[in-house]
Structures are given as C-alpha cells and as structure tokens.
C-alpha cells in the first residue's frame, strides 16, 4: 500500500485577520490517532514514542511515510504566541480527525497564531482649562474594554483593570 501524507503550515496572523500572514518556524508538532493519542514511531523500544515534526523557517512541516488511517496533530504552542484557529475550527491547538488514504497527501493543515500586544498611556488632569495635561494622575484604574464597550474578562472572570504608577502612566500587557 503506497503511504500517505499530511502537511501544513504554522503562521502567524499581524494584521488582525485571523488569517496566516507569516511562517513560524520552530514549532514542534506531534502526530496523534484518531482518539487523540500519541502513535507510536518506534514500536520496538518499550513505551510510545510519540512521532514529532518541527516547523521549517517557511512555517511548513510533514508527516510522511503514513498507511491509510484517520490521523490528528497536536501543536506545541509557540512560546510568545496565542492561538487563533487552525483548519478544523475546535481546539486551535489540535488537527483531527485526518483521513490519510493509500499514496495521498493531506494538505493545508495550517495552525494560525498571533502576537499579543500592548495598550499603554498616561493619565493627566487638566489644572488650567486648555484641554491639555498639566499633572500626572497617580492610582487611577483604568479598565480594559473591547469594541462594543464591553468589558474584557481575565481568566477568572473578573474585568482586566491596571491601575496608574506615580507618573500617570498604565500598561495593559498580553492583549490579544
């Protein structure tokens, strides 16, 4: 039975469209079974070896040399990096299920990440009128809102708040 194949790319989205914009190279990537778990490259030493692939500077990477089957990947997240989706639409980390049949390759699994970035100013409060800032504002919280007004929530739950240093100046830091 000729092998099969699976392919795809790690990309970084820069400019917000949850798109692949740029090659991540580096990333490692681990081909898994049709129930998640890792498959075995080594079958002879006892314990699975997982079978690994890391990213090229162009972001691709290949799994060959695989018989007809249903498959998945994981991604290793790339330190730095947040995840935003990947050709499935579930997990952004993980590819499944892939069908691989005899001699075919299994392209465009691509995995999308994004930088975050930062949001940073001063608070200063207008003495004289002229609707320009005279004083630095020290302990004024600010609350991190998204598009609509809302509210961001941290991982608990709670609003995303900093609050201004002795010079006015706040940082909200890992905005995705």
């Known amino acids: 039975v000729p092998p099969g194949s699976i392919s795809g790319f790690v990309l970084e989205d820069t400019n917000n469209d949850d798109l692949g914009d740029s090659p991540v190279g580096g990333v490692t990537l681990t081909l898994v079974d049709s129930s998640g778990n890792h498959v075995d490259g080594d079958l ?80 200063f409060a207008d003495t004289d009128g002229d609707n320009d800032g005279d004083v630095p504002l020290q302990n004024v919280v600010l609350r991190l809102l998204d598009s609509l007004g809302n509210p961001v929530l941290d991982g608990l739950g709670q609003p995303v708040t900093t609050i201004t240093d002795v010079n006015g100046n706040y940082s909200f830091t890992g905005v995705t």
């Open 44 to 123: 002879i030493t006892p314990g699975v070896q997982p079978v690994t692939v890391v990213t090229a500077l162009d972001g691709s990477y290949s799994f060959s040399g695989l018989l007809p089957g249903t498959y998945g990947v994981l991604e290793t997240q790339p330190s730095g990096y947040n995840s935003v989706s990947d050709k499935d639409g579930g997990s952004p980390d993980e590819i499944r299920p892939i069908t691989v049949t005899a001699g075919t390759s299994s392209t465009g699994n691509n995995f999308i990440e994004e930088q975050p970035g930062s949001i940073s100013g001063t608070v």
